[in-house]
């Protein structure tokens, strides 16, 4: 977690606290029962220093290989593309909100094409996020290049998660304007046969 952090963002700080929290949970008992009490308090930062001494050494490695820009580059033009696609679904919603006769039909016959797209594109997005996966997790990698392998499918674990996370969402409000729109629909035209 530590290095993926250090990855995505590029301070290679360690947080102390989750240290302590595994330094608690699995070497604690350990280091009591087989180090001297003059040695405990020494042990344990011994442990913090190699800890962020290890998540330097990784994040140097991936540097120099060119991986952290890699990932900086996709993170970025990922960001870039949302919000694009973004601007362009609003503005279309926005223009057939506009020409349309009956407003909240066109709200309705929104919510429908984008759950209905959003679904399709959850299914893409989380079969290639699998497949990418299991690529990942078959190829024949030397020991060194295991933990980069390991790295690899984190990421792209994350960024299907994250992505299929937005389109959930997307699903949702797609579900939101069927409901809202068939809802004001039919008052729209209950009050129009009343007057």
């Known amino acids: 977690?530590?290095?993926?952090?250090?990855?995505?963002?590029?301070?290679?700080?360690?947080?102390?606290?989750?240290?302590?929290?595994?330094?608690?949970?699995?070497?604690?008992?350990?280091?009591?029962?087989?180090?001297?009490?003059?040695?405990?308090?020494?042990?344990?930062?011994?442990?913090?220093?190699?800890?962020?001494?290890t998540v330097d050494n990784v994040y140097d490695g991936l540097e120099e290989t060119g991986f952290c820009d890699y990932m900086h580059r996709i993170?970025?033009?990922?960001?870039?593309?949302?919000a694009v696609l973004a601007f362009f679904s609003i503005?279309?919603?926005?223009?057939?909100?506009?020409?349309?006769?009956?407003?909240?039909?066109?709200?309705?016959?929104?919510?429908?094409?984008?759950?209905?797209?959003?679904?399709?594109?959850?299914?893409?997005?989380g079969g290639l996020g699998a497949l990418i996966q299991a690529a990942i997790n078959s190829a024949d990698a030397s020991d060194s290049d295991e933990e980069i392998m390991e790295l690899l499918a984190s990421f792209f674990g994350k960024l299907t998660t994250r992505a299929l996370t937005i389109l959930i969402v997307g699903f949702v409000v797609g579900i939101v304007f069927i409901v809202s729109g068939e809802i004001l629909r039919r008052h729209v035209r209950k009050v129009n046969a009343a007057e």
């Open 1 to 53: 977690d530590e290095v993926f952090d250090a990855v995505e963002t590029g301070d290679t700080e360690v947080d102390e606290d989750a240290l302590d929290d595994i330094y608690d949970e699995y070497l604690e008992d350990l280091i009591r029962e087989n180090a001297p009490s003059s040695d405990r308090d020494r042990l344990k930062y011994e442990f913090f220093d190699v800890a962020q001494e």
């Open 91 to 125: 503005g279309l919603i926005v223009a057939m909100l506009i020409i349309s006769k009956e407003k909240f039909a066109a709200l309705r016959n929104t919510g429908i094409a984008l759950a209905v797209s959003e679904a399709f594109n959850s299914l893409i997005v």
């Open 75 to 82: 993170n970025a033009q990922s960001n870039v593309f949302i």
